[in-house]
């Protein structure tokens, strides 16, 4: 199969360039579970869009640190597009800002977490499949109010909608299954003065139980298949 990965991650700082961009991440996410596929990244924060039409066999959308209320000149072309290709019937699968902007292209509302910033390792309970998987939460906004037609797939501390599917053919997760636990640690280090003392001890309690990452990535991988 064939992915495109939107990436749009507006992290450009001297710390994004010293790790692998999202683009890689996902990439070599789902290499976990089929290491045959190939991916297409198109970097869409600047302006790198897919045409609607192009012959890839899913669509996978990253996270990143813009907001889905930001005036930014690639966010309504963004929307139309993800209305364009799941109109065409392909997968398209959302993460963090992938899955806000997925809710709001499809008439979903998005706001402030209730906690403030979340940046943790969390446990989720999904009910496709029926099971509790362990990623990193990096979000201070979160889907308060599902798309018409949309059914919540999993729940998070704090966050009542932290994925959800729509027709056959959308599905999201709020967290971040792309993420190792080295980048989590550095990302944290990175945020330490944003965060507080206190914020650091919180998204450092529980490192050493590691994300669940080759089983997202084939419930992931698994959905992008299924859902052609």
């Known amino acids: 199969m064939h992915i495109a990965i939107l990436m749009t991650n507006t992290d450009e700082s001297p710390f994004a360039?010293?790790?692998?961009?999202?683009?890689?991440?996902f990439a070599a996410l789902l290499h976990l579970?089929?290491?045959?596929?190939?991916?297409?990244?198109?970097?869409?924060?600047?302006?790198?869009?897919?045409?609607?039409?192009?012959?890839?066999?899913g669509v996978l959308i990253t996270g990143s640190p813009a907001s889905v209320h930001d005036n930014l000149p690639w966010i309504a072309p963004l929307e139309a597009l993800l209305r364009q290709i799941a109109?065409?019937?392909?997968?398209?699968?959302g993460a963090c800002f992938g899955h806000q902007i997925l809710a709001r292209a499809f008439g979903g509302r998005v706001g402030c977490n209730p906690d403030g910033m979340i940046m943790a390792a969390v446990d989720v309970d999904l009910a496709e499949p029926a099971t509790r998987l362990r990623a990193f939460a990096s979000h201070n906004e979160q889907v308060h109010d599902l798309p018409p037609g949309a059914v919540?797939?999993?729940?998070?501390?704090?966050?009542?909608?932290?994925?959800f599917r729509l027709k056959d053919n959308i599905m999201t997760?709020?967290?971040?299954?792309?993420?190792?636990?080295?980048?989590?640690?550095?990302?944290?280090?990175?945020?330490?003065?944003?965060?507080?003392?206190?914020?650091?001890?919180?998204?450092?309690?529980?490192?050493?139980?590691?994300?669940?990452?080759r089983a997202w990535a084939e419930i992931i991988a698994g959905f992008l298949e299924s859902a052609r």
């Not at 596929?37 to 609607?52: H, N, S």
């Not at 109109?87 to 699968?93: C, E, M, N, Q, T």
């Open 87 to 93: 109109a065409r019937g392909l997968p398209i699968f």
């Open 33 to 57: 579970a089929r290491p045959e596929w190939t991916c297409t990244v198109y970097p869409v924060k600047d302006g790198g869009f897919p045409d609607a039409d192009a012959a890839f066999d």
């Open 152 to 163: 919540t797939i999993a729940r998070g501390p704090g966050c009542p909608i932290a994925g």
């Open 173 to 213: 997760t709020q967290y971040h299954p792309e993420m190792t636990t080295e980048f989590f640690l550095a990302l944290t280090d990175e945020m330490a003065d944003g965060l507080g003392a206190e914020g650091v001890a919180v998204a450092r309690a529980g490192l050493d139980d590691p994300p669940d990452r």
């Open 17 to 25: 360039a010293r790790h692998p961009r999202d683009g890689a991440k």
